[in-house]
């Protein structure tokens, strides 16, 4: 039998104080992926959050378990979104910025499960009073515009050619890895890293296409410059 032993920091906690850790940590995650109250990420960690919520509660209200459910499909389909800077529709903006906010999520978990629609209409309502109050900043970012805005910026990105290597040896790139590993840390006199980071950054500076019709402006968000070039 292999035997446990609880974890030292997390579960020297009490439940009450360990589980809404938890919920911000997730909550606060979907928010910090696309820097914004509301994007194309924090569907899936309101749905994750209201998961964590039913398993350690031993489940939650029919509807509101329906709620979950369809949270968790527009999460995946928020994530696809996000992780390839994908244009989404008007009717995912909406229930993203609507029903499924860390607004709306924190008073779910909040409140008792089965007023969860007055929960929904009281965080809706104050999402459009923020919106009044903060226009014309946005509170929300889903990405490209329209689908041709998709289309630009993933051309504007660019496919990165092949490495191809003459000597055809099998992991021989290895080695300039090491030499640049060597020129970070001093050990080498070689400038050829730095240089080749510096160009490719300027490269990667004169891809990007300014005009918000087109990319993105600032690339925000950790993953989708990277996975569109992937």
């Known amino acids: 039998m292999i035997g446990t032993a609880p974890a030292v920091i997390f579960d020297s ?9 938890l919920y911000v940590l997730v909550l606060g995650t979907g928010m910090a992926l696309d820097e914004t109250y509301v994007n194309r990420t924090t569907v899936l960690a309101g749905a994750l959050a209201l998961s ?8 939650v209200w029919a509807p ?11 999460g995946v389909y928020g994530l696809y979104a996000y992780v ?15 029903l499924y906010s860390p607004l709306s999520i ?23 009073q923020l919106l009044a109050t903060l226009h014309p900043v946005e509170p929300y970012y889903f990405g490209p515009e329209s689908p041709d805005a998709s289309a630009r910026a993933a051309s504007a990105a660019g496919a990165p050619d092949p490495v191809e290597r003459a000597d055809g040896s099998v992991g021989g790139g290895l080695g300039s890895i090491a030499s640049e590993l060597g020129s970070l840390t001093g050990t080498s006199s ?5 240089q080749s980071t510096t160009q490719s950054a300027s490269d990667r500076d004169a891809r990007r296409d300014p005009d918000r019709s087109g990319a993105p402006p600032d690339d925000r968000g950790v993953l989708p410059a990277f996975m569109r070039r992937l």
Do not use: C, K, M, Q
């Open 64 to 74: 509101l378990g329906l709620y979950l459910d369809v949270g968790l499909v527009l």
């Open 190 to 194: 070689e400038e050829e890293p730095a």
């Open 13 to 21: 906690f009490p439940w009450w104080i360990a589980r809404p850790i």
């Open 106 to 128: 924190a008073l779910i978990l909040l409140f008792p499960d089965i007023i969860f629609i007055v929960s929904l209409l009281v965080a809706g309502y104050a999402n459009l």
């Open 52 to 59: 964590i919520h039913s398993l350690t509660t031993g489940g």
């Open 84 to 98: 390839v800077d994908a244009y989404v529709p008007g009717w995912f903006r909406a229930a993203a910025f609507i």
